[in-house]
């Protein structure tokens, strides 16, 4: 079993769409868990921290289950510049043994 | 004034060859990384340096050897390159704590585009 796993998609949605993606995480001792958007041919940069209230930046939404050990990005509202492959993380308590899953593909179609 | 940042950003070389890539970091980061992201796109840690010294060294051949002078830079030597070396490499770094804040966010370089021929 990898250690984190996503669906890789591709998840094709009209603008304007809600779509949601979950990652399951196979360390239970995780503390610390991101997701990071990765453009075509470019680094991964971080879109958000994921904490273990939930939280929310703008459009997105992120939810952390310890108890079913996994995690979820919603995007509201897609917009076309969504477009990117999600990257769902999982670390250590130093974050120094980060664990990335294989990426989830999203298209925002007009 | 680039935060990470990696040189060559494209590497086409012959099998056999050895190869080294360069990263430098101006985050004043104590953490230091490589991955490598292959074809499916799948992003695997290879090291992970904490002030010059090593924490995390996954199976990776002993063809790949990193080296930190200091803990700005991360560099990766590999030798006798073979065609599954090939790859995108990304170096990336992070502000380690001993604090209770278990989260910290990494940084990554633009990548070296590795072609083994």
């Known amino acids: 079993r990898k250690e984190v796993e996503q669906d890789p998609g591709p998840f094709n949605v009209p603008e304007g769409a809600t779509v949601a993606f979950n990652c399951t995480y196979s360390?239970?001792?995780?503390?610390?868990f991101f997701w990071y958007r990765q453009d075509c041919r470019k680094e991964p940069k971080l879109l958000m921290s994921v904490y273990s209230s939930g939280n929310e930046d703008g459009r997105f939404t992120a939810q952390l289950n310890r108890a079913s050990q996994y995690i979820s990005l919603l995007i509201r509202d897609s917009k076309l510049s969504d477009s990117a492959t999600y990257l769902c993380g999982s670390g250590g308590w130093n974050n120094n043994d980060m664990r990335f899953g294989a990426g989830t593909r999203l298209t925002v179609k007009p | 004034d680039t935060a990470v940042s990696q040189t060559p950003k494209y590497l086409v070389t012959q099998m056999g060859n050895d190869k080294s890539i360069k990263c430098e970091q101006n985050l004043g980061h104590d953490t230091m990384y490589w991955y490598k992201q292959d074809s499916k796109k799948f992003l695997k840690i290879m090291f992970s340096y904490n002030n010059k010294e090593l924490i995390i060294n996954e199976t990776v051949p002993n063809r790949f050897s990193p080296k930190s002078p200091d803990k700005a830079h991360l560099n990766l030597h590999i030798n006798s390159l073979e065609l599954g070396d090939s790859a995108v490499y990304f170096c990336a770094s992070s502000q380690a704590r001993t604090s209770a804040t278990p989260t910290d966010t990494q940084y990554f370089g633009p990548g070296t585009r590795l072609t083994v021929l």
């Open positions: 360390n239970s001792a995780s503390q610390s």
